[in-house]
């Protein structure tokens, strides 16, 4: 069997079960402790772009009362990180079987490194985690309000939302995401959001070499007032370039097979 799944799965699934403490040791390495920075030099007006660096898991902050849709689900869900972490055999995270991580899981967890580059249109959004990429849309549209509607002209719920953008201000850009496939997780935790959840993240670079993220989900099905899920912030990377870091499902299957067999789900 391959060491811990081809390097990004080392993370995912074998290391999962030291995760809080390594992820911490890995934000420290990084310089990016929660609501620290190193000062450098002034940050260009209306520019994110370029490679950012920070912890694969941010500190959290606790949720809101959840509804009882929302209460229900994450009750259902076995997570394998945090306070009501299982093992891996018995843990139903989408993570460990490779499925889409989803948003905004994918920018409050695993979060190794993650890039902008900016078009004209569009702003695009690179994970280093799966190579995954979204399009963040900065031509004056709107969100979409027909999301998973059965007549007229509709738009399918997808893992990672459709969004949009813009700046607040020279120095700070706002995205909101709406229109979910309920299927993924909203962080590792096992916290749902709906279909109809609204996601705001605020980019704030505060100079040149840090960037302030805020992420808030307003989501009125699953939660009583707006959640805040974290704040963070994330270093310019002085390599810009990322690593392949992959989760293969073929390993994901075999890992957790030998598992099974070692009687880790009895």
Known sequence: MKKCFAGVS??????TIALPASAQQRGQR?????????????APKHDITGVWEGPVIPAKK???????????????????????????????????SCDPLGFPRASVFETRG??????????????????????IWTDGRKLPTNVGATRGETSDPRYYGYSIGEWAD????????????????????????????????????????????????????SYTKPFEVMKQVYTWAAKQEFEEQLCI??????????????????
Request: proline share 10%.
């Open 10 to 15: 080392a993370l995912l699934i074998a290391c």
């Open 170 to 221: 020279d120095y700070t850009f706002v995205v909101k995401t709406t229109g979910f496939n309920e299927v993924a997780w909203a962080d590792e935790l096992g916290h749902p959001r709906s279909q109809d959840a609204v996601v705001e993240e605020r980019y704030h670079r505060t100079d040149h070499d840090n960037l302030e993220l805020t992420v808030t989900i307003n989501d009125p099905k």
């Open 114 to 135: 993650f890039a902008f580059e900016q078009t004209p249109k569009r702003m695009l959004e690179l994970y280093q985690y799966m190579r995954m990429w979204r399009e």
């Open 249 to 266: 499902p073929s390993e994901a299957i075999e890992y957790r097979e030998t598992f099974r067999a070692a009687g880790e789900d009895k």
């Open 62 to 96: 606790p949720a809101p009362p959840m509804t009882p849709w929302a209460q229900q689900l994450f009750d259902a869900a076995k997570p394998l990180s945090g306070p009501r972490a299982l093992a891996i055999a018995k843990t139903n995270d989408p993570l460990v």
């Open 30 to 42: 990084a310089g990016v402790p929660a609501g620290t920075k190193k000062p450098s030099a002034p």
